[in-house]
């Protein structure tokens, strides 16, 4: 973990531009990491060089030719991260925007069959499922997820699963339980009954984790909102394979490759992602001695699970003097307490208080945490919990013990002044 060296942690603090102050409310704990993390200073430096610059890409001049180099340095940086040796980046809107594309794509383009995916999704992808199914006249089936464990897995999906699936959305990690998924075995037992099904995977929450490995997965599509992986908002990036881009998609006319941009993208969202990607080789040639990229990159992603498992165990089992969360009576978890799918999150409730009113103690004594309500965004997992919202605590590999203890302390002094 990252404080196994001495001044690890202080050389990956200074790197994140607002770590330990909020440039609103002052001195704060930031665990409202999955809501956007944390922004690293090379991406705030980047972003304001790129704004500055006049020229577009595709001209005949010096500037025009750089920008075309950084956006293809850009995009085999993606494909180093994601380990993806196949299929194509690009970028869009947002990454709820380029699921809806992608998910169009895939129940458009293919013949009739069932839509596949779980009630445990972001609205991203049941909302364009469930759209594009109905449009298309196609069942769009959920399988239910296990509300014990806050996660799905491949013999939830099994049942379900026939040989006319034609596409299937998987989560990665759950932005409201923080629980993973196993992509990889949920992706094979699809495969084993409908081969030619369209696999598409939601990583925003999982990316700023680590621990990417595309060519592993065995799906079609991957997208990610970068401003939950250190770089800034304003884009998204979607990586789709061979065979999701043959199908038809929206493009202009004429346009050589049949590209899936659409209109000029912003360079800068490229090359601030340069950055993040500059960032997890640094972080893992602090683990490793070898000097491939790709195996920084394994080192850091390995090194951020093991630093976030370490703080979440702190959170629920107590650190120092700080008693953890599952010694405090009145506090309930969601997904349980001794989960390994955990990464890095831990939502809870405390009984007999609102979730609003807890966030607002915690604001109160300096640490940023975040209410889910029974919404159209976390009412697939608070209703059938019988809850109306919780509360989430999500951190990143930058957050400290310190930082947990703060958070205990506070948490300690509102359920002790509620039981009173």
Known sequence: MLTSKPGLMDDVRARFAHVDTCPFDGPRVFFENAGGA??????????????????????DNPAAHALV????????DMRLLFNAPEGQFFVGESGTELIFRLIRTAIVGTPEGRVLGSTLEHPATRSAAAKWSEVMGKPHVLVAHD?????????????????DTRVATILHTSPVTGMAVDVASVAKEIRAVAPECYIIVDGIQHAAHGRLDIASYGVDGYVISPYKAFSR?????????????????????????????????DTGAYATFSDVVDYFTWLGAQFTDETDRRAQIVAAGEAIHA????????????????????????????????????????SLWV??????????????RGVRTHTRKADHYSGNILNPLGQANCIRVSMCHYNTEAEVAQFLQAMREITEEAAA
């Open 38 to 59: 944390l922004t690293l200073n090379s991406v705030v430096e980047t972003s304001a060089k790129m704004a500055a610059i006049p020229d577009n890409q595709g001209r």
């Open 69 to 76: 180099a950084m956006i293809d340095k850009a995009k085999a």
């Open 147 to 163: 509300d014990a464990t806050g996660s799905v897995d491949a013999a939830h999906y099994q049942p379900e699963i026939t040989p």
């Open 233 to 265: 908002h304003g884009y998204g990036i979607a990586w789709v394979s061979d065979r999701l881009s043959a199908l038809p998609h929206e493009h202009l006319l004429d346009a050589p490759g049949e590209p899936w941009e659409l209109g000029t993208r």
């Open 307 to 346: 630093h976030e498992k370490t703080l979440t165990d702190a959170m629920l089992h107590g650190t120092g003097n700080q008693k953890g969360l599952v010694e405090m009576p009145s506090v309930r978890i969601v997904g349980g307490v001794d989960n390994p799918r955990r990464e890095g999150l831990v």
């Open 351 to 364: 009984e007999g208080m609102d979730s609003p009113d807890v966030v607002t103690k915690l604001r109160e």
